[in-house]
């Protein structure tokens, strides 16, 4: 989920002899959480948090007293704050896409398997991802918290045919090349494009 905690400054007025400004500037908090259960305990992570600022002013000039006059305008702060908002979800978004893809097997077969994912994650016939088994999962004495160790790469596979109605149904039929998979516990790797 995502949480926003909004701060917003309203610009003071600046005046010139010749211009006249009014500014706000928006400030958005922004908090992506995970929370998880696991025997009966709620725990709450915290996966990325980010801030962004947004600018809003309106300007007007008169010259030998013709022109027009800035007054209060109260659509600024809800400008500032729209702007705060869209450079926000353009950071977390940003953020999201320095993780590398990941798939999963769901089926195997001797040479050929069944991906997670399809079109509309960006696969296409001949695309070539690695085949990683699952690291070792450790335990962090300072947090309690269980880390999976990096994979081993163990070989690729290429993408011959995708198919599925939607994104959570999408699937990809696949060829595979490397070391042997145990196709009892498919759950220990995972495909990956980096």
């Known amino acids: ?83 705060a908002l869209s450079q926000l979800v353009e950071n977390i978004i940003n953020k999201c896409m320095d993780k590398p893809w990941r798939a999963y097997i769901l089926s195997f077969d001797e040479g050929s398997c069944i991906i997670s994912g399809g079109a509309s994650q960006g696969l296409s016939p001949d695309d070539r991802f690695k085949v990683y088994r699952k690291g070792k999962k450790v335990k ?28 959570e149904t999408e699937i990809s039929i696949c060829s595979y090349a490397g070391e042997s998979i145990n196709a009892d516990e498919l759950s220990n790797y995972y495909i990956s494009d980096k």
Not at 148 to 161: D, F, H, K, N
């Open 140 to 167: 962090n004495p300072q947090t309690g918290i269980e880390i999976e160790l990096p994979g081993t790469e163990i070989g690729s596979v290429t993408v011959l045919q995708t198919t599925g109605d939607t994104p």
């Open 1 to 83: 989920w995502l949480q926003l905690g909004p701060k917003m400054k309203k610009g003071a007025p600046k005046r010139s002899r010749r211009y006249k400004k009014m500014g706000s500037i928006g400030k958005i908090t922004g908090t992506v959480c995970r929370l998880t259960h696991n025997d009966g305990i709620k725990r709450q992570s915290l996966i990325y948090s980010d801030e962004a600022k947004g600018f809003a002013e309106t300007t007007s000039k008169t010259a030998l007293g013709v022109g027009g006059v800035a007054g209060y305008d109260a659509t600024l702060s809800d400008k500032a704050i729209s702007a």
